[in-house]
């Protein structure tokens, strides 16, 4: 699995902030500085400029709430702390699993989306082609408008290594883990086929203006993997492009969950040029726990803020490539007469692929909050 890296949580374009940067905060010109160099107060909104060494948040601060080198006047009380931060942001997601409040944020875009968009007329499908990302079935043009393809120029040609969801006219999702050892440089929306001219009309490319980590993320462990991606540019919503909804139950229900993905075939093999599908069942964390034991990765073993999905009777699952992909299902609306896509997980983590065992996907669900506070703030 090409896994991609990153100095900081949050990578923006330039890759030129560092504390000392000029920044701006609800309209105010602002310096990055360590959050205990802020002073703040209830009518603050903090905005983070990055996570120094991973951990440390450094924060957008206005230039009249900065500290003077010696003045420490109730520095403890005025110092906000990482929970805080991440609350501003859009909520924290606790060691137990969801969220205490979601919001009805996300439920309200998939209702505007749904009437906006779900008018456009889709192709036929075709007959399935070669069976892919691990006894799957390829998709048809434009069955999956949401789907995102992560990549970077390198020497011999553009390389994609992992995928995404569109989720709003901005914003991608996709894993954590996909921006830990290589820096992306290209999201691509309305493919099918990566080998062929023949989507040209409707692929668009975009540039990354920004990559959000989830502040709790770990590249040690497996928790907490899930990633926003800010666009340089606002999509243009098409037939082949639109954005998916996000799934506000805890648990998925509609059509049955497919992983969709342009992964390796088989384990150690090629990535399969033609989008893939795959038709998933959930294992219970409990059964799942089976053959996820302790270790370095997973310390606390499964948590509620990660899926399992799989087939325990075929050779059915994702693999290297399709990281940060979407594990999703379809739900009829009659509002809109149409089926809708609902995004449920994130492809993670697994151990050999087609071994008939489970992989791990992020519940988004859990992430709800965080999420609404970045995509559509």
């Given at each position: 699995m090409l896994i991609p890296q990153l100095s900081d949580n949050i990578l923006f374009r330039n890759d030129e902030l560092e504390i000392g940067s000029s920044c701006k905060v609800e309209s105010q010109q602002g310096?990055?500085?360590?959050?205990?160099?802020?002073k703040s107060s209830e009518s603050d909104h903090p905005s983070i400029c990055f996570f120094h060494e991973n951990h440390t948040p450094v924060v957008c601060c206005p230039v009249d709430n900065l500290r003077s080198k010696d003045g420490n006047e109730e520095k403890d009380k005025d110092i906000p702390t990482l929970d805080t931060l991440i609350a501003a942001l859009?909520?924290?997601?606790?060691n137990g699993g969801t969220p205490s409040k979601p919001t009805e944020l996300s439920k309200r875009k998939c209702k505007e989306y749904s009437k906006k968009y779900s008018?456009?007329?889709?192709?036929a499908p075709k007959p399935p082609f070669r069976t892919a990302i691990l006894g799957g079935i390829g998709t048809y043009r434009g069955e999956y408008p949401f789907m995102a393809a992560i990549g970077r120029e390198e020497s011999d040609g553009l390389k994609f290594f992992c995928g995404g969801s569109l989720i709003s006219e901005r914003y991608i999702l996709t894993a954590a883990h996909c921006f830990t050892r290589t820096t992306p440089s290209i999201i691509r929306l309305g493919e099918h086929n990566l080998e062929s001219d023949k989507d040209n009309d409707a692929v668009k490319d975009y540039g990354i203006e920004q990559v959000i980590i989830h502040p709790q993320y770990r590249s040690q462990t497996v928790y907490n993997d899930i990633a926003l991606v800010r666009l340089n540019r606002t999509?243009?919503?098409?037939?082949?492009?639109?954005?998916?909804?996000?799934?506000?139950?805890?648990e998925s229900d509609g059509?049955?969950?497919?992983?969709?993905?342009?992964?390796?075939?088989?384990?150690?093999?090629?990535?399969?040029?033609?989008?893939?599908?795959?038709?998933?069942?959930?294992?219970?964390?409990?059964?799942?726990?089976?053959?996820?034991?302790?270790?370095?990765?997973?310390?606390?073993?499964?948590?509620?803020?990660?899926i399992c999905a799989g087939s325990?009777?075929?050779?059915?699952?994702?693999?290297?490539?399709?990281?940060?992909?979407?594990?999703?299902?379809?739900?009829?609306?009659?509002?809109?007469?149409?089926?809708?896509?609902?995004?449920t997980g994130i492809t993670s983590t697994g151990?050999?692929?087609?071994?008939?065992?489970?992989?791990?996907?992020?519940?988004v669900y859990s992430y709800l909050p965080w999420i609404e506070g970045i995509a559509w703030k």
């Open positions: 310096t990055c500085v360590l959050s205990e160099k802020c859009g909520g924290r997601v606790a008018t456009f007329e889709f192709t999509v243009t919503f098409s037939k082949f492009i639109k954005p998916v909804c996000l799934n506000n139950k805890e059509l049955g969950l497919s992983a969709i993905g342009w992964g390796h075939t088989q384990f150690g093999g090629e990535p399969s040029a033609i989008l893939q599908k795959v038709a998933l069942e959930i294992f219970t964390n409990e059964n799942c726990a089976k053959h996820f034991p302790t270790t370095r990765r997973i310390p606390d073993g499964l948590r509620k803020t990660q325990t009777t075929q050779s059915k699952d994702t693999c290297q490539g399709d990281s940060g992909g979407p594990l999703a299902f379809i739900s009829y609306d009659s509002e809109h007469e149409t089926d809708i896509h609902y995004l151990i050999a692929c087609g071994a008939k065992l489970p992989a791990i996907y992020t519940r």
